[in-house]
């Protein structure tokens, strides 16, 4: 169990009394989507249902419920200036003291999208890389480090995991589809090897290689001349997390490459949910039996 799952496991853990705070309806603008929940107990509380008054309204509800011992009630809250807010729609939230059964509907939940979230292999464990790991542990991602020297894998976010291989590239073509693959090594060769194969495949979500414009220069006539297709090597993001800035402080390159990959990962998602039906089954639907 990691990332989220064990987080909520660990709150129920501390907490044997909590109330389950759900948005089961949305209507116009709101903070959050319903769905989306949150864990209170007497003097702790877990996730968000947007934050501001609307949250406040319902963690001091949630506690009155625990200290009167009620089992579940509900609020029809507008998103005005009555609660000095100003999305301007209006939420219903469902309020539900968690039992035996909903603990583990709930872990359950977590753990099924955990499971399901988008992968991000961090090719380097140099100091992009470390605060490329760190910088991914923050977001909705399961991020796996690889790196030749396992010395260099210590100290990683406890929620990444880490992978000491002696080919790297072999590991692109294990990854999930939709994977997303960052490529920052401590050898250009090693560099060009794992990029060339996270850009044969087609279902990547993001390939990305640190570097300089003149470091593309060199991959993309390495790659052209090893048979690599144009439009594969159109895919390449090189250098990563740029912006224009020109910054190249490990922790900024970092912070903007994090951004710039989940653009590419949400952009992936978006186009493949428009591509199938919408079907409920997300965590946050919580509220929905």
Request: aromatic share 4%; charged share 20%.
């Amino acid at each position: 169990m990691s990332g989220r799952a064990a987080a909520l496991a660990a709150f129920l853990g501390r907490h044997d009394r909590v109330v389950l705070a759900a948005l089961a309806e949305v209507r116009g603008s709101s903070p959050r989507e319903a769905g989306a929940f949150m864990l209170v107990a007497p003097d702790a509380a877990f996730g968000t249902i947007g934050g501001g008054q609307l949250e406040y309204i319902a963690m001091d509800r949630a506690r009155q419920m625990l200290r009167d011992g009620i089992a579940a009630d509900r609020l029809d809250v507008p998103l005005g200036p009555e609660i000095g807010q100003c999305c301007g729609g209006r939420v219903a939230v469902s309020l539900t003291a968690v039992d035996a059964a909903t603990a583990a509907r709930l872990r359950n939940a977590a753990e099924a999208e955990d499971a399901a979230l988008p992968s991000v292999f961090v090719f380097g464990a140099g100091h992009v890389g470390r605060a490329l790991a760190r910088a991914l542990a923050l977001l909705p991602v399961r991020t796996t480090v690889v790196d030749t020297r396992p010395g260099e894998l210590q100290g990683l976010p406890e929620s990444v995991a880490a992978r000491a291989v002696a080919l790297p590239e072999a590991v692109v073509r294990t990854a999930p589809p939709g994977s997303a693959f960052v490529v920052l090594t401590h050898d250009h060769a090693l560099d060009f090897l794992v990029a060339a194969e996270a850009l044969g495949r087609e279902d990547a979500a993001y390939v990305g290689m640190v570097g300089s414009r003149t470091k593309r220069a060199k991959f993309a006539s390495w790659f052209r001349a090893e048979g690599g297709a144009p439009a594969a090597l159109a895919r390449l993001v090189c250098p990563i997390g740029s912006q224009g800035i020109g910054d190249k402080r490990p922790e900024v390159i970092a912070a903007l490459a994090a951004a710039e990959i989940m653009v590419h990962i949400a952009g992936r998602e978006a186009r493949s949910l428009r591509a199938r039906p919408v079907t409920k089954g997300r965590l946050g639907a919580v509220d929905g039996r």
